[in-house]
């Protein structure tokens, strides 16, 4: 594995939907872009999911081609597996950044993705892309449709059996890779660092990490996707084909105990996505949403919404105090009634699903200089007028890295990020008074 040194025009940190739509937008105008991604993968979040809110789109069918346009255009460096470590200033602008390459221990360039060395591996460890419901090997490709197409190895894992070694048709393992550090110098950063999920557990009331047919709605998503590890929605604890799913709104977001106050602009919509989804897939189910607002604020969410209680969907106004089970692991929803006199009832279902919330990815500040707002998401000094510019010169943010925002937002931001980095580009290469002006005001 042999490094070599990057000069580009932009770097863009994340390989997301966001990450790679920027990236995109600004090699087809020809600048010349570094994407740097710190899974052995891009397509962040959004390949995992089944279907897109809503139009009910194949997600894969989406993001695949983003990911494959990304991975062979000629204007991106694509650089996965790689973890930002530092970054200073380029003597007459710009910045010089420093990458670690962390050691996939299969020499990326010979490797043909041909899996003959998952196939022999003997470790089969818990599929972290699968929310840990299907297995997967120690040495492995990603996941079906990952680009690139090569496999890695979780050697804290490995018993370093040889087997994968022999079995290679070209010698690509390498057991003896290191980490290696190389520089980009780029003339501007986007910073596409996307979202994690408020932990299952972070509620112990509702008792996800413990009760096993408790689990949030990414888990629920892998069920639901063509690419799942069953084929089928199952619930966990015993396989069973669920014949009542509930659904726990607002089971991350908008609760001071957590510390998360702000809404995640996502979970209503997701929860009726995935509810109606599961109405074809589970014809006989009851689906039932336990919720204190619904949000459908986005164009053509509201119908969406319609749709999904004109399916039979049951919508029920209440808030969850808590989730226990009984002795055949069904959970029980305890919830006060609103608009039955605050009535408190228990209710058994098959499984719960949480809807948790989004909190940031990645806190810019150290690294970056990009200071962030209370809510933890970078600041965006007039998110009104230039939603993708920090206070930071040269550096600009999209997608969820900016705050929680659904799939077309993050599209759309990352289309803005890409004309703010080229216009600031142009900007330092011919400088404009008018445009100095601005610049001054948004970062004063």
Wanted: a negative charge; glycine letters at 8%.
């Amino acid at each position: 594995m042999t490094v070599k040194n990057v000069h580009v025009d932009v770097l863009v940190v994340g390989g997301g939907i966001a990450g790679m739509q920027s990236a995109l937008d600004l090699a087809d105008q020809g600048y010349r872009v570094a994407l740097v991604e710190k899974e052995p993968s891009i397509g962040g979040k959004m390949i995992m999911l089944s279907k897109v809110f809503p139009t009910l789109d194949c997600c894969s069918c989406i993001t695949t081609p983003k990911m494959s346009a990304v991975a062979h255009h000629d204007n991106i460096e694509l650089l996965t597996y790689c973890d930002v470590q530092a970054i200073g200033d380029r003597p007459g602008g710009g910045f010089v950044i420093d990458v670690v390459q962390k050691p996939r221990y299969v020499d990326i360039d010979t490797c043909t993705g041909c899996r003959q060395c998952e196939y022999v591996c003997p470790i089969d460890l818990p599929s972290q892309f699968d929310r840990e419901l299907g297995a997967v090997r120690a040495i492995r490709v990603p996941f079906s449709t990952a680009v690139p197409q090569k496999a890695f190895l979780d050697i804290d894992n490995c018993i370093l059996c040889g087997k994968c070694q022999q079995a290679c048709p070209v010698e690509a393992i390498d057991f003896a890779q290191q980490p290696e550090t190389f520089t980009v110098e780029a003339g501007a950063i986007i910073l596409a660092t996307g979202f994690e999920l408020t932990p299952a557990g972070a509620k112990a009331e509702y008792g996800a990490g413990e009760l096993l047919n408790v689990v949030d709605a990414l888990v629920m998503e892998r069920l639901l996707a063509p690419t799942g590890p069953y084929g089928h929605v199952l619930r966990p604890s015993d396989g069973k084909e669920p014949d009542s799913i509930a659904y726990v709104q607002c089971a991350g977001s908008r609760d001071k105990t957590l510390g998360v106050e702000y809404c995640s602009r996502v979970c209503c919509m997701y929860a009726i996505k995935q509810a109606m989804l599961l109405s074809g897939a589970l014809p006989l189910a009851d689906i039932t949403i336990y919720y204190m607002d619904i949000r459908t604020f986005g164009k053509g969410h509201e119908q969406f919404y319609q749709n999904a209680k004109a399916m039979g969907i049951e919508f029920v106004k209440g808030k969850v105090a808590r989730i226990t089970e009984d002795e055949d692991k069904n959970p029980v929803v305890r919830v006060e009634l609103i608009e039955d006199g605050s009535k408190v009832v228990e209710r058994a279902h098959d499984l719960v699903v949480l809807s948790v919330g989004m909190l940031p990815g990645y806190n810019p500040k150290s690294l970056y200089g990009v200071p962030v707002a209370d809510d933890g998401f970078a600041a965006i000094p007039a998110p009104n007028i230039r939603p993708s510019v920090t206070p930071k010169p040269g550096i600009f943010v999209t997608g969820a890295a900016a705050g929680p925002m659904d799939i077309v937002d993050s599209i759309v931001l990352a289309g803005a990020a890409a004309a703010e980095a080229a216009a600031y580009l142009e900007e330092v290469r011919t400088p404009s008074p008018q445009r100095a002006a601005i610049e001054e005001a948004v970062h004063a």
